[in-house]
């Protein structure tokens, strides 16, 4: 037993470094590159995985969602610049200046409770440009305003202009990308032309990233490929007609251990609602682990978990904290064996895309679900598990 955890997250720090040298290889020397480790750096950890890409100086700076996040970095060291995506409330701005945080913006209430500061420090700004999702951003004449408000408040710094697209990941036809970054050009010609020039300007996440290098610009926006986990299937298969030769490394494993094997009868029920009844006489293992922990309630009677390297299925619902599964053609399992829900054992793997298969959902939504008070464990190398 390595260590005394029911439930933990294990994070591999030679993976992480492939994949940031990975991503660098792609857009060049001259490209900032943002790691984005915004929702607890998507499951595997916000202050490990923070740390390791500040002293790895593999990039940088960082991308976060909210203040909270960004204070959370600043606390435990974290030096490098960081972008905050997400809006800050107009009451906490004076936090985010003193802690020398950039912000993305798209309201004027933003920048007139900037100007309001008393404060010598000049806050960079990044303007959030409209141009085809529907979130987040301002249309061309919005744009045109705020950027006039920054140049006039002493606290800000117009410093980029951002755009976010709308369908990169999820179809091989990138006509609907193509048109966005089409006006995402023509109104940063219009905001030069109109003396509201910025520095910095970024378009890019993950899958833009691989697919289109015309969109890395001054700063790529690193998301879900920082943890060896590709944006879809179609932005796979886009990226390898394209000649990319990127290969990602998964960084997360996250296990259990067996809290008890038992025998039930044939014909006897398993879990809440009495979905799933024995055929045969059955040896359970009991996980402590449900939905309140991230493992999805539609997993059951369908996933399936690793134990001493064979696939165990799930039997009945996924409670909040326990579930059960099938080890009856599992010889020799014992009380405390690792469970393995995301990763290898010995010659089987589940990803997060199988879980998300299971569950019908994205990958995205599989790891940055695991629960936040799940340890983050850093390890090197592939795992060994007899």
């Given amino acids: 037993m390595t260590n005394s955890h029911l439930n933990w997250v294990e994070i591999d720090r030679d993976a992480l470094r492939h994949n940031l040298r990975a991503f660098r290889g792609l857009i060049g020397p001259r490209v900032k590159l943002m790691p984005v480790v915004k929702a607890n750096a998507y499951g595997h950890g916000l202050r490990l995985v923070a740390e390791f890409i500040q002293e790895s100086r593999a990039a940088d700076w960082l991308g976060v969602n909210s203040l909270d996040e960004a204070l959370e970095l600043r606390s435990a060291g974290i030096s490098m610049p960081i972008l905050l995506l997400g809006h800050v409330p107009v009451s906490r701005l004076s936090e985010a200046a003193h802690h020398n945080l950039r912000l993305t913006v798209w309201n004027a209430e933003t920048v007139e409770g900037l100007s309001r500061l008393n404060t010598a420090k000049r806050v960079p700004l990044h303007v959030k440009l409209e141009t085809g999702t529907g979130r987040m951003g301002l249309d061309l004449p919005a744009a045109k305003r705020l950027a006039a408000r920054i140049q006039r408040c002493p606290t800000c710094i117009l410093e980029g202009y951002s755009t976010h697209f709308a369908n990169i990941e999820d179809t091989t036809d990138h006509t ?133 390297g064979r696939r165990a299925p799930i039997r009945g619902r996924i409670c909040m904290n326990a579930c059960m599964v099938d080890v009856t053609d599992i010889p020799g399992v014992r009380l405390e064996d690792e469970a393995v829900l995301i990763g290898s054992q010995q010659r089987e793997r589940i990803s997060a895309e199988q879980l998300a298969s299971w569950m019908g959902t994205i990958n995205y939504e599989v790891v940055s679900r695991i629960n936040p008070l799940h340890p983050r464990l850093a390890r090197s190398g592939r795992p060994t598990h007899g």
């Fill in 176 to 308: 609907y990308p193509a048109s966005q970054m089409r006006r995402y050009e023509a109104m940063l010609k219009v905001l030069r032309a109109a003396g509201y020039s910025a520095p910095i300007t970024h378009a890019a996440c993950t899958a833009a990233a691989m697919i289109f290098p015309a969109t890395h610009r001054q700063l790529v926006r690193l998301g879900i490929g920082l943890y060896g986990l590709w944006p879809s299937r179609e932005t796979m298969v886009s990226a390898r007609e394209r000649g990319a030769g990127l290969i990602l490394r998964p960084i997360l494993s996250w296990k259990t251990r067996v809290a008890q094997v038992k025998s039930l009868p044939a014909g006897a029920y398993v879990g809440y609602g009495c979905t799933f009844r024995t055929t045969r006489k059955t040896r359970l293992a009991v996980l402590p682990i449900g939905y309140s922990d991230g493992y999805d309630r539609r997993l059951s009677n369908t996933g399936h978990v690793l134990i001493r």
